[in-house]
């Protein structure tokens, strides 16, 4: 038997995963002691703490490193771009000119499918 669909929207699990490098770690470990807070509780409230000031949330990269990324992304489209330009010409580059072409005609011998025998030898 088939199971209902569920209508409206999934709850999440509440929970949250964050990266960040050693080094910043460090410091929201020592900042977190200095609070009195485990650092779980300290990281949500400083999000609180951001988001109650009027913000939409927070980036997952610091702003040269969103920068690095768009310039990357830019470089890759320019240069697909590029790539798909040379494979177009090459395509019409390969396909022969209308009329040109030479087909088969069917008083032409038909091509033995192997390698040709050697005139030379008798063996």
């Given at each position: 038997?088939?199971?209902?669909?569920?209508?409206?929207?999934?709850?999440?699990?509440?929970?949250?995963?964050?990266?960040?490098?050693?080094?910043?770690?460090?410091?929201?470990?020592?900042?977190?002691?200095?609070?009195?807070?485990?650092?779980?509780?300290?990281?949500?409230?400083?999000?609180?703490?951001?988001?109650?000031?009027?913000?939409?949330?927070?980036?997952?990269?610091?702003?040269?490193?969103?920068?690095?990324?768009?310039?990357?992304?830019?470089?890759i489209r320019a240069l697909l771009r590029e790539g798909?330009?040379?494979?177009?010409?090459?395509?019409?580059?390969?396909?022969p000119e209308p009329g040109k072409a030479r087909r088969?005609?069917?008083?032409?011998?038909?091509?033995?499918?192997?390698?040709?025998?050697?005139?030379?030898?008798?063996?």
């Amino acid at each position: 038997m088939r199971r209902a669909r569920r209508r409206g929207k999934r709850k999440g699990s509440g929970h949250l995963s964050i990266s960040a490098r050693d080094a910043e770690w460090d410091e929201v470990r020592t900042r977190a002691e200095r609070a009195g807070l485990p650092i779980a509780r300290y990281v949500k409230r400083l999000v609180e703490r951001d988001l109650s000031r009027g913000g939409t949330g927070f980036t997952a990269l610091a702003p040269e490193e969103q920068r690095e990324l768009l310039e990357a992304m830019r470089e890759i489209r320019a240069l697909l771009r590029e790539g798909a330009a040379k494979d177009r010409e090459a395509a019409r580059a390969a396909r022969p000119e209308p009329g040109k072409a030479r087909r088969r005609k069917s008083s032409d011998p038909p091509k033995p499918a192997g390698p040709e025998p050697d005139q030379g030898s008798l063996f």
